[in-house]
């Protein structure tokens, strides 16, 4: 294992908080934790490469604010509009390192991002404005990226299958109300499990607080760290009665982890 550090550059829900036009007391607090980007992480492991999890609509804001110099591999957990919508702006990385980026996703989310980018993908001629580099690969398996070894995790997000990903001690698992049977023996000795944990009340597609903390009592990790939050749970009053060893994710939190290299 190799020391790393994990960076939340966002861990609200789709919508973001605070919300558009809404004046509840988490969109309207002071608190910086209840301001609530699109969800994602960055992996960085000390004295080699970093690595995205999703390219969300805010994505350049959260690779300024962190800030985010370069990027050796990015992973998509599905193609929600809230994970892919800033794929475009890999375009700058592309520029600083001068090569295609290398990401990875399932055959599905592959085929909703060539549609969704078909003009990064269909080989034409563009003129004017640039088209981002991308280099594909299928995730069917365990996988190297930039060399570090990445177990994917199927989960269910309603009736949509997708992926959180295991980097060593450190398992990710984002939009999902289920845990498949063939999951649970590849999150066996998680250290830091991060998991959704949308609202209080039961929703179709994520885990409730409740849910999550079923899920994360049956995984057994260490610490446990809730993401994807809507604006029902605000930062202090939810932490204070959640128990020990769990607590909500905020923009900003860094973990230290372990990697596994490849």
């Known amino acids: 294992m190799t020391a790393a550090r994990v960076t939340f550059l966002g861990c ?5 908080v605070p919300m558009i036009g809404c004046d509840c007391a988490v969109c309207l607090s002071t608190d910086p934790r209840d301001n609530r980007l699109r969800p994602s992480i960055v992996l960085e492991v000390t004295g080699g490469p970093t690595i995205l999890v999703d390219t969300t609509p805010d994505f350049r804001q959260q690779a300024l604010r962190h800030p985010l110099r370069r990027l050796d591999a990015v992973l998509f957990t599905h193609a929600h509009a809230d994970h892919i919508l800033g794929l475009d702006d890999l375009r700058r990385f592309n520029y600083l390192q001068q090569r295609p980026m290398p990401c990875w996703a399932d055959a599905a989310t592959w085929s909703s991002i060539r549609h969704t980018f078909a003009y990064a993908f269909d080989g034409k001629s563009r003129l ?5 580099q991308i280099e594909v690969h299928e995730v069917d398996g365990p996988f190297s990226a930039a060399g570090v070894r990445v177990v994917p995790v199927p989960l269910m997000h309603g009736r949509m299958r997708m992926l959180g990903y295991r980097f060593g001690s450190l398992a ?4 999902c109300n289920a845990v498949p049977d063939e999951a649970w023996p590849l999150l066996a000795g998680v250290d830091i499990l991060v998991l959704d944990a949308l609202r209080e009340t039961p929703h179709a597609t994520h885990f409730s607080v409740g849910e999550a903390l079923e899920v994360a009592s049956r995984i057994g990790a260490r610490q446990t760290v809730l993401t994807h939050m809507t604006h029902d749970l605000g930062y202090v009053a939810t932490c204070a009665r959640l ?3 769990v607590t909500l994710a905020y923009d900003g939190l860094v973990l230290d982890v372990a990697a596994e290299m490849a």
């Open 12 to 16: 609200g829900t789709s919508s973001g």
């Open 128 to 132: 004017g404005g640039g088209v981002p």
């Open 172 to 175: 990710y698992l984002t939009d």
């Open 243 to 245: 128990p020990q060893g």
